[in-house]
């Protein structure tokens, strides 16, 4: 298995960073690298999100866990391989809270290509942190 882990630090409100989070539509807004997201029913365990990157490609996701306000997570089965990302926010001393995306690679060829694709599917995990972050503040 594959992990790598980025967080931010915001004194916005759990409530408004999982406000951010839900309105998958508006990801485009705080995530440079998509031209547009959709979401498929409700921001829920089940329910899919499709992002269509700048360039074309298109990445689908299910959602395996939804907590409000705490955390949610998606998974894209590419196959040979499971890339599950957790979104979590973790409560610190004088009303702020760490925004944290994990990211984990597992399956029967984890060891040969997530060493490849997980540097290039998390390199903007701390750009997108840091415009949620921005986003979730104003």
Not at 59 to 79: K, Y
Not at 119 to 125: C, I, K, N, T
């Amino acid at each position: 298995m594959w992990t790598t882990e980025h967080s931010a630090e915001t004194m916005a409100a759990p409530e408004v960073v999982w406000r951010v989070w839900s309105e998958v539509e508006r990801w485009p807004e705080w995530n440079a690298d998509l031209e547009r997201a959709e979401l498929s029913g409700p921001f829920a365990m089940g329910s899919t999100i499709t992002m269509y990157q700048r360039g074309g490609d298109m990445i689908e996701l299910r959602i395996a866990e939804a907590v409000e306000p705490e955390r949610f997570v998606d998974e894209a089965d590419l196959g040979d391989v499971v890339v599950r990302t957790t979104h979590r926010l973790e409560l610190l001393e004088g009303d702020r809270a760490r925004v944290i995306s994990r990211m984990e690679i597992s399956g029967p060829q984890a060891d040969s290509v997530a060493p490849q694709i997980g540097p290039e599917l998390s390199a903007d995990f701390p750009q997108v942190l840091s415009a949620l972050v921005e986003r979730a503040e104003r």
